[in-house]
Structure formats: C-alpha cells, structure tokens
C-alpha cells in the first residue's frame, strides 16, 4: 500500500479523482470505524433509487460525529439534499468520494451550502511511489494503483478505457453519440500537452465544433483531463489565448490513443512536460506549494518563445520549463530568458534529466528531478 500525501480532514469533505487513483482504498484506511456506503454496487444503487427514504433511515440510527463515507456519490446525486439535512440535523459528518464532478455540479453541490470541503486525489506522485518511483515506468504507463498492480499494464490500460466508455459515458448518459466521443477521445489523447484547437478536434473527430466543447467538459468533469490556460497579462506583446490540454495520467492517456510501446524520444518530452503538470497541479491542490493560479505562457505562435508553467502566488510568479534531456542547449532556456520582463517574476526554474543541478549565468536555477521533487517537500 502506498502512503498518500492527502491527509484527513476533519470535517465533511468531497473527495474526487479518476477511476482507480485509489479513493476508496485511502478511505478505508483513515475511516476504518466509518459507515461504508458503496453506490458501485448495483444492488446498493438500486435500493436507494427504489426507496427514497432509504438512505435516511439508515443514517438515522449513527450517533453524532460519526463518518458516513459515500463511495461514487455522483451516481445518485439527489443523496445530497440527505446530507445536508443529517450534516445540519444529526450532526454527521460525510467523505463523498467521486469519479466526475459533472451530475454533483449540475444537481446539488450548492445544497451543501459550503458545508463540505473539495479534496483530490490525484495518481500516484514520485515521492508516493517512493522507492517504487522509476520514470521510465511512469511516462509509459502512468501511476494509476490500479494499473501499477496490474499483471499485465497495457492489458489493464486497454480495459480501462473500455470501462470509462462503458460505466463513465455510456452508462450515465452523458452524450448520445458514443461512437463520436471514442473518436473524439483519441484524437484528444494527441493533443496532451498541446495548445488546443477546437476546429481541429472536430475536423479530426468528425463532430460538430460545439459538440467537441462539450467533450472536453466530460473528459475534465470525469477527471482525466484539465486545461491549462494562456497568462494574458504582462508584456507588450502578442499572446496566445488558447488553452492546452494536459491529461492526467500518461498511461491512460497512452491507451486512449493506442500506443503503449516504449516513448520515444519526442514523446518523452511531451509526457515529461504532462508530468510536472501533474505534479505542479497536485501539490497545489493538497496546499502543500504557494499556487493560487497555474498558466503556460507563450509571446506569439510565431515566435515559439513559451514557458511551460507560469505559477501565481499573491504578486509573484514562479516560471517552470520541463525539459526531458541530459544536455542543456543555449535554445532551452529562451522561453525563461524572455519573461524575465514579466513583472513580479521571483524565480525562473528549469527541470531536466541531467546530473547535476546549477545556477546558469542569466540567473535562471537548473534543477535536476530529483532536485525539483525535493524543493518541493519544502514548498518551493
């Protein structure tokens, strides 16, 4: 079992992630004594749909303070307007553990009143996997739990976005046209760490450029994805406007666009980039690193002078560049050179694959990954 950084929260909380990062797992093990409730099961499900009153009167018999953990609480969102009276009534307090956010946002998140807290977990981190951690293994086959115990990962991978079709789309409606989307989600899988063109999508999906919108919602409400946007303020210059699209586990996305042989070279550095994207995205969301907003920045597509991560905190901005090579190139550090002109920049940091970390002589800091993952245990 692996230790997670998330830690328990004291009061009700939401806790979402993809299918098979481990939420139930890490919910038995820090609410052992807590009343289970698994919607997964289909003779669980169905008794609350049949029965109204049902869930009521099983909670109605739990003593205050006690935790009730509802596992895949988006299939039955109309729980919420229970646990809300039971939060205010009976004074219990709930983990809500969810695969999409997309039915809660629609239908009752907001009953809540800001009762319960938002958590994520996201696949397994480098400093997780501990002595387990093997960077080859993961830009190829991502660090889902479930697929990291898989006996054969790319078997596991395959299934598993069978699965996502079948019980995240299909099973709950969430668009018509699943032939479309598995179309559509392949040629997504292309565009990982990309800035993101909506009429290509559709042209290369064959669907309609408002259905494509729609899709990308799905695909980040069921938490495989999430769009990074364009740092529009700053210098006199041209910048682009449009998002890039970052999935959230490499090996899913692998499987997504069929191709789970060894990354090569050009692929590492696009899955390179996709996981400190992650990492970034993570460790801001457990507020272990000072991160209010994350962008990419980018002077004009001209140009092709970017900088992969742009983090705000307060006033500053700490500028990341991900390169997945031993060697520096004068090249490389273009993108951080130029937003030195960016008001407010406190740091500009670049990560590679090299030995060794330094000081380059434009100021910007050359950290190795074992250097970066370090830095970061102690928030930057």
Known sequence: M?????????????????????????????????????LLREATFHSYLTDAKLFLREIAKL????????????????????????IEEQKLRFALLGSSARKLRRTGVNLLGGRALERHLSPLLPVELGEHFSLADVLQFGSLPLILDAPSKEEQLEAYVQVYLKEEIQAEAL?????????????????????????????DSGVARSTVQGYLDILEDTLLSFRLPAFEGGLRVKEKKHPKLYWLDSGVMRAAKQELQV????????????LIAQILRAYGQLKLIPLDEM????????????????????????????????????????????????????????????DHDFLHESGIEVWTLDKFLKELEHGF
């Open 2 to 38: 692996y230790r997670r950084l998330l830690t328990r929260p004291n009061n009700s909380f939401f806790l979402f992630g993809m299918r098979g990062v481990g939420k139930t797992t890490w919910a038995k093990t820090h609410f052992k004594d807590a009343y289970f409730i698994n």
């Open 63 to 86: 003593s205050p303070k006690r935790w009730v953990v509802v596992d895949e609480v988006q299939r039955l969102p109309q729980l919420l307007n229970d646990v809300h009276f039971a």
């Open 175 to 203: 668009t018509r046209n699943l032939p479309g989307f598995a179309r559509f989600l392949k040629i997504a899988a292309l565009f990982h760490g990309q800035v993101l063109s909506v009429e290509g999508l559709a042209r």
């Open 263 to 274: 990354p090569s070279r050009e692929d590492r550095g696009v899955l390179f980039e996709g």
């Open 295 to 354: 962008y990419y920045w980018a002077v004009s597509a001209s140009e092709r002078v970017e900088v992969d991560f742009l983090i705000k905190y307060k006033s500053t901005y700490f500028a990341i560049e991900a390169k997945a090579v031993e060697r520096l190139r004068p090249e490389h550090f273009i993108g951080l050179k130029t937003i030195s002109e960016l008001k407010g920049v406190k740091r500009r940091i670049l990560v590679y694959l090299g």
